[in-house]
């Protein structure tokens, strides 16, 4: 079991930045794929990028491509989501989430993955 903390969350006005860090714990993640997803109150959980972690082969969803990217830091055991243009619609709690690297991990399907962590608030103003 793959153990998750996010951070990194806030308040940004439109236009605005944020990055998101997700700490990992308790497992060698080679054999993992790390994803980020967000949901809106009152909307399902949605994919917003994928990272194979020995590689760092990525995939995002087509909303998000060219506006987030995600990365990973192989010493610090970190997964990064860089949020850049941020919109009012953005505005949701982001969780960080781990899968075994297994066919199709790349579709970002919540029920692959298996381990989660607690989410971080983003909120972006008007």
């Known amino acids: 079991q793959v153990q998750l903390v996010e951070s990194g969350g806030g308040l940004v006005q439109a236009g605005g930045s944020l990055r998101l860090s997700c700490a990992a714990s308790?497992?060698?993640?080679?054999?993992?794929?790390m994803g980020w997803f967000r949901q809106a109150p009152g909307k399902e959980r949605e994919f917003v990028a994928v990272?194979?972690?020995?590689?760092?082969?990525?995939y995002y969803a087509d909303s998000m491509k060219g506006r987030f990217t995600i990365s990973r830091d192989n010493a610090k055991l970190t997964v990064y989501l860089q949020m850049n243009s941020l919109k009012p619609e953005d505005t949701a709690v982001y969780y960080c989430?781990?899968?075994?690297?297994?066919?199709?991990?790349?579709?970002?399907?919540?029920?692959?993955?298996?381990?989660w962590g607690q989410g971080t608030q983003v909120t972006v103003s008007s």
């Open positions: 990272i194979s972690w020995s590689v760092g082969t990525t």
């Open positions: 308790g497992r060698t993640l080679n054999s993992y794929a």
């Open positions: 989430a781990a899968m075994p690297l297994l066919s199709g991990w790349h579709l970002g399907r919540v029920a692959d993955f298996r381990s």
